[in-house]
């Protein structure tokens, strides 16, 4: 079926018609399906394993033969496929110089063959186009295989189109390559013009980097977070942040795992939590409500015990004191000093109490001074040796209602460690930064599970972490935990001075 080579591509030149010639020769001879067209579409020459995959042997050179010898042509999944939309047809009009596409040949017994066109450009000397060698390549018995991996694909989109959390799955250089259908919905809902949305095919790095060049303290830790997970420094990355539209406030809980597989990448996911934290806000409106009445409980009962029965128990020990120098029998006397000591105790009691209660120290002289007062109490108390390291005399005055919950942390957390740990040693450290405070207490007792606590804490085993917890929250602060089974306890509150400035 060798034609001329002037007639396969009449716009040869002589000079190279010999090396065609040859060409043909292999090609004549090649199990593999190939043929030629010239510029106008026509074909100018097919070797039999192009017949045989077309099921007939095209008149060459007729214009109703254009772009293959097919009967017919579908795309891969079945569609009709003009042929002038062909991948050899493309490719003599000038798209590209090569191609590969994957097309269905349809033969005149209604038989169908899937196979991978691969086409090539022909130029002359000077450049010109000449036409296009299309060498096909039957693909049809990896089909059962094709389908069972598209099959998994639609099985595997389904599943992430399922889903109700905006999901994207990124490459190792941050480039979206799926998202699913909650988080296309979202990005509609959100972003009505489409300037801004973020979907398949842009870097999600990049948006980071251009909202933190807008002063959005969140994408700077979102785009840190996403490439410590990409660059596996770190195992995931959880941010909760803010999202509110013009109708509503909302947050979201970003969660970023690596995407494992040879290719690298990660799988972002944000949940709306803005249920839960309202709920979390209720709450810590509450805490804040139930703390405030206990601070003004304390406060009345500590003036009581001053007022009233610190009162009494001093004109009583006046009164122990005036009849001592009455004329008395040497038991009774010593029964006097008996009662004198005993009303004595009590009153220092009273006054720990009160101080306990409502430290005047702390209103008049500061956290510092107060704290002092509290440990040496403590110490006398338990038996127990604490070294305090606080800021020195200079420091100004932190808030009023940072003081009181450092305060009441400090109380809170020794008490625990007094009652549960068991401790030999008691480090209390309290540091002021430029924008926060950093109180550290680490014993070295018992300890116990933190992990157990951080799944559930509020399980009711760790009341007074939890008290803690909520404290801290209510200034816009964190508690970390840090402890084992017979390894002691460090617990470590961070309050920013600026939220509770605010």
């Known amino acids: 079926m060798e034609p001329k080579v002037e007639e396969a591509l009449p716009h040869s030149s002589a000079a190279n018609r010999q090396d065609e010639s040859g060409f043909y020769q292999h090609l004549e001879s090649s199990p593999v399906p190939a043929y030629i067209c010239d510029r106008d579409g026509a074909i100018g020459y097919f070797n039999p394993a192009a017949a045989h995959i077309w ?57 169908r063959v899937h196979v991978l066109s691969n086409v090539n450009v022909l130029r002359d000397a000077r450049g010109q186009v000449r036409g296009a060698l299309d060498i096909l390549v039957d693909v049809s018995r990896y089909q059962p295989a094709a389908r069972r ?54 870097n999600y790095l990049a948006a980071c980097r251009a909202a933190r060049s807008a002063d959005d303290a969140f994408a700077e830790r979102a785009l840190a977070g996403i490439e410590a997970v990409l660059r596996r420094r770190q195992s995931s990355f959880l941010l909760e942040y803010p999202c509110h539209s013009p109708t509503e406030q909302r ?119 107060a704290l002092e007062r509290f440990v040496a109490d403590f110490e006398a108390a338990q038996q127990l040796r604490v070294q305090l390291e606080l800021p020195g005399q200079a420091a100004p005055r932190l808030p009023e209602r940072l003081e009181i919950a450092l305060y009441r942390i400090v109380q809170e957390a020794l008490t625990n460690v007094a009652k549960h740990a068991r401790p030999t040693a008691i480090e209390v450290v309290l540091r002021r930064q430029a924008d926060a405070v950093c109180l550290t207490i680490q014993d070295d007792g018992s300890g116990f599970a933190a992990d157990d606590w ?49």
């Open 251 to 369: 947050w979201f809980l970003m969660n970023v795992t690596p995407l494992y597989g040879d290719e690298g990448g990660a799988v972002v996911s944000h949940v709306n939590i803005t249920e839960r934290r309202l709920a979390h806000e209720a709450r810590l409106r509450l805490v804040e409500q139930l703390l405030s009445a206990q601070e003004d409980e304390r406060r009345r009962v500590a003036l009581d015990l001053h007022d009233d029965i610190g009162q009494a128990l001093t004109a009583v020990l006046l009164g122990l004191r005036a009849t001592a120098d009455l004329p008395l029998s040497d038991a009774a006397r010593s029964r006097l000093q008996s009662l004198r000591d005993m009303a004595a105790g009590t009153l220092d009691a009273v006054r720990r109490l009160a101080r306990g209660l409502r430290p005047s120290t702390l209103q008049d002289l500061g956290l510092s001074a």
């Open 149 to 202: 991996i598209a099959a998994q694909e639609r099985f595997a989109r389904a599943v992430l189109d399922s889903l109700s959390d905006h999901i994207a799955v990124l490459d190792r250089d941050g480039n979206i390559v799926a998202v699913n259908d909650a988080w296309e919905n979202f990005a509609a809902d959100n972003d009505a013009d489409g300037a801004t949305r973020l979907g398949q095919g842009l």
């Open 454 to 502: 951080r799944q559930q804490p509020d399980d009711g085993k760790h009341m007074g972490l939890s008290g803690i917890g909520e404290r801290a929250a209510l200034l816009g602060g964190r508690l970390e935990v840090q402890s084992a089974p017979g390894c002691g306890t460090t617990l470590i509150v961070s309050l920013p001075l600026a939220e509770t400035r605010s």
């Open 55 to 111: 099921g007939r042997q095209p008149r060459l050179r007729d214009a109703r033969e254009r772009y293959g010898g097919a009967v017919a042509l579908f795309t891969a999944d079945g569609q009709p496929l003009p042929r002038d939309l062909s991948c050899i047809a493309r490719a003599i009009a000038g798209e590209y110089e090569r191609a590969s596409d994957e097309m269905v040949v349809e033969r005149p017994d209604g038989s």
